[in-house]
């Protein structure tokens, strides 16, 4: 575990070491809580959890928006922190499973490379993205939004016709690396990865 007296010593140790989940106080001199969490977000991979003597919903609001994945108001109970660090553990390990396989194609989401029974196929990066997204959930539906906000950002301002290219591009590759896997689109939400239907 480390502790940072200001922000910037704390970024100083984010760009040292690996860090596994950041509880960051809104009120941190020299750089703020949510300056930090915004520098957090442009190289990290890893839970967030604020912390305030601010509850309101603008200023919970503005956390999320800059990327926060919990926030607490003080005071609170020290047994609340816990729960609530060891929860975004808990779903952050779920969330970012480092392999995904459906059929006969395994994805390895730390080298971005995709294998086809054994043999490696490359994709642009993108593709790959959606493609493990739609992989790690397969069998449900991920909705459009979730699909462009979490591979694009929230701030995409693009045409939200590219995920639908991206989508048509890896059903052409799907069909000639295992055709019993595919992109079902499920009108009005979203798509889900299916295999052996």
């Not at 979730?146 to 701030?155: H, N």
Request: include cysteine; glycine fraction near 8%.
């Amino acid at each position: 575990m480390f502790e940072a007296e200001n922000g910037k010593k704390a970024l100083e140790l984010l760009e040292s070491e690996k860090i596994d989940l950041a509880v960051l106080d809104v009120m941190m001199p020299e750089m703020d809580g949510w300056q930090l969490c915004e520098e957090i977000r442009r190289f990290g991979d890893f839970p967030v959890l604020m912390l305030t003597a601010k509850g309101e919903t603008a200023h919970k609001i503005r956390g999320f928006d800059l990327g926060a994945d919990d926030y607490m108001v003080k005071p609170f109970e020290p047994a609340e922190l816990v729960a609530r660090t060891k929860a975004l553990l808990k779903r952050y390990r779920i969330a970012v499973s480092q392999t995904a396989a459906v059929g006969a194609i395994v994805l390895d989401r730390q080298t971005c490379e995709v294998a086809v029974g054994g043999q490696r196929v490359a994709i642009p990066l993108k593709e790959f993205e959606v493609l493990f997204k739609l992989a790690v959930h397969a069998g449900r539906t991920v909705p459009r939004e979730r699909l462009i906000e979490d591979i694009w950002g929230i701030d995409f301002e693009g045409n939200e016709r590219t995920l639908d290219v991206h989508i048509n591009r890896l059903r052409d590759r799907l069909a000639e690396w295992d055709p019993s896997v595919k992109i079902r689109t499920v009108r009005g939400l979203g798509y889900r990865l299916e295999a052996g239907q």
